[in-house]
């Protein structure tokens, strides 16, 4: 099957450098995403892989081998792009029976092959039409359907939803999902939406201008994340983080902020005192209405959404606080009237002047 | 179903020659697109200009034998060319009638583009017959000129009767007159080469800063001047610079027509240049015009491709492009 | 003044539809009295008053030139040894074969200019200039060179000197249509299996088609009109059709306006035909480089 290993991975474009110093192990059959902002170096990263650039230094390797110099069609890949790069002017079998024609396997075998593939994606429908006429969840199945067809050992995947409206993003995720179980081949996919990387990987790999920040499985970078910037990027809403400062009065230490001021738990006694970063997801904020909690703060927004009601806080952080609360059960809430929060104790977190995270 | 696995190590020994090296396979590709201008370089261009290049420095007349027996003259030729008043009027002449013909189609061809960019009834039907003038082939134009500006000929007949005065210029007999003509004939079949690409630049320019501009209150003329205009000039530029160039080469009108004449008033330097080689057979003083020319030519044109760039430069920050779209989004 | 809309708007109405007129009328005139020509009768070539319309229109200058027919030739006016119909099929020859070789290595050098870099962008302004060079300084050698090499007075030789001096042309604007392939489609190709030369060939040239038509008919005219090459490179053997209607200016045969307008139009309707066809893509094609759309 597949290994692929990254070994001191750099690339400049020019006094650029798109990445550095990526050292990486992705095993067989894993679904490995690539996720970070703009600029991180995901794409460069996966282009690598593919063969469409040369790094600058380091090693790429499949199975061992070291493959820089191969072309990207001798290493055994099969990509999936961001625009579906369909062949405008073939039509959907073609298309799909392109990669099996550059193999020269003959014609009847071909037919037989793409209709099995065109079963898998269920496109059969669709293999007389032309590019123009599929909407673009049908594309992106064309163009699952044609590198499925060549049977790579591995799969790239390019922001391959990126194009794609909030429903059917969902429904071609499912999908993915689904053929990577079913096939049980590598998956590399590279994305900005932190929520795809959390529902379809095994393994993530955090990226930030061309460096790795952090890897590791889903539930991990939930839940330990390693800096400011991941625990940011990841859940929904996103983490609240107050700045303030560590003191400690009496051998017990506190956090201080603009608005209020509260006793921290246990495992931050050893911490240093000076600025910081207090973080706590709105998930785990419980919310008494009326007094008895760690801090009190006026609401300032009731956000219902079905599922859920969010309530919006003034902290005194440029953000709002956010708390939710399952269901509709705080729709009523007054606008001004002061709502007693506590924190669990075991999901705080707390960061230093640079970011990361203060260990306990 | 067999799975697509990268060739294994041992497998590979024997198949190296497929697994191609990506550099070298990446080489060897631009080399062989780059095969057929090397060698029409090589084996075209190059020997004629090094021929030429030998006889502006070699004397040789059509009466001795073989070329290669010409005696050496140094700089002699190009002493002589320079300091012939004849050439220097040529140049003048040239450069006179590019510079014209230049600026005439720029200024009919931005008219009509500026007119015609917006839609409008019968836009279609104005535009092919506006393109017509560039498809006659330019000795048709000199042929047909001579049919048309004869004495007594429908232009001037056509005339007379618009101004009600008796108007019988002689457009081809007058020497005062026939570098006029001639540059007008010029006009008259390049205008709808600066149209098209002043059409282009302008139904490229986005509506919506020219409709931001108006609301804000600024009149046509400005809008025309601070907004069309600077985000016009490359292609101004272009159409200046490739008309420039090409009506200083210009050879049929001037030599179908008129022969140079009458006596020698249209005699740019592409016809002085043949008169010298083919009918006055000094083969060598007209090498060494040619490369005088030449290197007029080239000061013109690294000139122009110095402001072009520039120009492109301009355009490519503006539109935030990379050079060969390389995405840098990564 | 402040004028209201619709009073601003009847008045560059005027403006516009006066202006396009007159040069409707400056644009179409030549061309017409061209064709009106070529259809008069030989006493009213250049009678006094004009005859701005053949009375009667007569197919005689048509039957001499182009069909050879000695019978509608007035003694004074016979041109014997005019082929016309030859210079016609060694113009179409030479004017495709050399557009056609322009526009294949054309597009494959932009090709590689789009994606790999192979010349430049200051290679490319220079390949542009180059054509630029006035044909005049470099005939002399030429026609030495051709003489020494036997392609004096061939098709070949204006066909090899045609392609090279349309080749910058047919580079750039062929690559601005490349330019707009995006570069996915080809790497799908790619990894895929595809070879590079199978990508260009298979996919990006089939999906720049209207491009490549645009490109080849507009070189054509290029080929089709070019005069100064043509005269100094054939003597007797090979004619092209320009050449073909200087021959009608001998001193010897007068001024025969009739016959080299009826040349003159068969030599124009070709060439106006492949014009009109491509018209839409004119405006991209000449833009090398300088429009952003």
Redesign the interface.
Known sequence: MARIELLNLHKSFGAVQAVKNLTLNIEDCEFVVLVGPSGCGKTTTLRMIAGFEDPTSGEIRIDGRVVNDLEPRDRGLGMVFQSHALFPHKNVAQNIEFGLRMKKMPSEERVKRVREVAEMVRITHLLDKMPGQCSGGESQRVALARTLVTNPSTFLLDEPLSSLDAKLRRELRAECDRLHAELRRTFIYVTHDQEEAMTLADRIVVMRVGEVVQIGSPMEIYSNPVNQFVADFFGSPSMNLLPGEVVHENGIARFRSIRFELPLPEQFKAARPGAGTLGIRPEHVGINLGSGGAIELPVRLVEPLGKETLLYFDAGADRAFVAVSAGLKMVDVKVGAPVALSFDPRRLYLFDTDGQRVNV | MAVATLPTAEMTAGKTSRAASRARAIKRFKLSLLLPLIVLFLLVLTPVLLLQLYFSFHQWTVYLSTWWDAEYVGFDLFHSVLTDPRFGWAALRSLAFAASSTIGCFVFGFILAYLMYKPFRGQSLYYIIFILPMLTVPVVVAYTAEMMLYRNGPINDAISRLLGVDFQASWLTNPHLALTTAALLEIWNWTPFSFIIMWAGLTSIPKEPIEAAEILGASKWRIFWEVQVPLLRPVILLALVLRFLEAMAEFPKTWALFQGGPGSATETLPVYIFMTTWQYFEISKGAAMSYIVIMLMIVIVLIAIHLLRREKCALDTMYQRRDEGEAVEV | MTMTKSQRRRLT?TI?YA??TI??I???F??Y??VA?SFKPDNQ??S???V?FPDPPTLDNYRNVWLGAQQYAVTQYAISSQKPLVSLWNSTVIATTSTFLSVL?GS??A??V??????S??RM??LL?LR???????????S??YSAIGLLDSRTGLI??Y??TT?PYAVWMTKSFI?EV????E????????S???TVFE?VL??IRSGLVATFLFIL?LT??E??LAL?LTKTQVTT??IE??K??GSTEGRV?GR??AL?VG??IP??I???II?KH???G????????
Do not use: H, N
């Open positions: 109405k516009r202006v396009l040069w409707t400056i644009a179409a030549p061309i009295w061209m020509t070539w250049f006094w008053p004009p701005y290595f494959m050098l090709y590689g789009s994606r790999y870099r192979i010349l962008e200051a302004f220079q200039m630029m060079i006035p044909p005049i300084v470099v005939v002399a050698p030429l030495l060179y090899i000197v392609f090279l080749l330019d995006p570069r996915e489609v790497q799908a190709a790619e990894i895929l299996g595809a590079r030369w199978r996919i089939p999906l005219i089709w009109s005069y100064l100094i059709l320009p209607l200087s009608y200016q306006y080299q307008a003159a030599i124009t060439l106006m492949v014009g009109l018209r004119l405006a991209r000449f833009s090398f480089g300088m429009v952003r759309r």
